[in-house]
C-alpha cells in the first residue's frame, strides 16, 4: 500500500482544514487507517483511527470534538476534517495504514504540513 497525504496549508486559528490520504493497492479496504502528528521539537503522536469498515472510530483526546475522520473503499481515500483549529494543531500530518491483526502500523505516507496562526 503506497499513501500520500494532501491538503495542509497555513489557517488562521478556528479555520478549517480538510486532509485526504490516497491510497494505492487492491487491498486498501483490509486496513485500518490512522492519522498522526509531528510538531517540531515532539514526538508524533496520534490523532485518529478507522478500522477498515470505518464501523469503529478513535480519536486522540486533544482533537476530539473537533476533528472527523472517515474513508471511502470505492475510492482508496481517508479524510481528516479539521474544525475549530487551533495553534497546538501545527504539525506535519502523515497518515498510517495498518494491516489486519497487526499491531503497528506498516506504511506511511509522506506528510502534509498543516500550519494555525494565532
Known amino acids: 500500500v503506497q499513501l500520500q497525504a494532501s491538503g495542509g496549508g497555513l489557517v488562521q486559528a478556528g479555520g478549517s482544514l480538510r486532509l485526504s490520504c490516497a491510497a494505492s493497492?487492491?487491498?486498501?479496504?483490509?486496513?485500518?487507517m490512522g492519522w498522526f502528528r509531528q510538531a517540531p521539537g515532539k514526538e508524533r503522536e496520534f490523532v485518529a483511527r478507522i478500522s477498515w469498515s470505518g464501523s469503529s472510530i478513535y480519536y486522540a483526546n486533544s482533537v476530539k470534538g473537533r476533528f472527523t475522520i472517515s474513508r471511502d473503499n470505492a475510492e482508496n481515500t481517508v479524510v481528516l476534517q479539521m474544525n475549530s483549529l487551533k495553534p497546538e494543531d501545527t504539525a506535519v500530518y502523515y497518515c498510517?495504514?495498518?494491516?489486519?491483526?497487526?499491531?503497528?502500523?506498516?506504511?506511511w505516507g509522506r506528510g502534509t504540513l498543516v500550519t494555525v496562526s494565532s
Open positions: 493497492g487492491r487491498t486498501f479496504s483490509r486496513y485500518s
Open positions: 498510517a495504514a495498518r494491516a489486519p491483526d497487526d499491531v503497528e502500523y506498516d506504511y
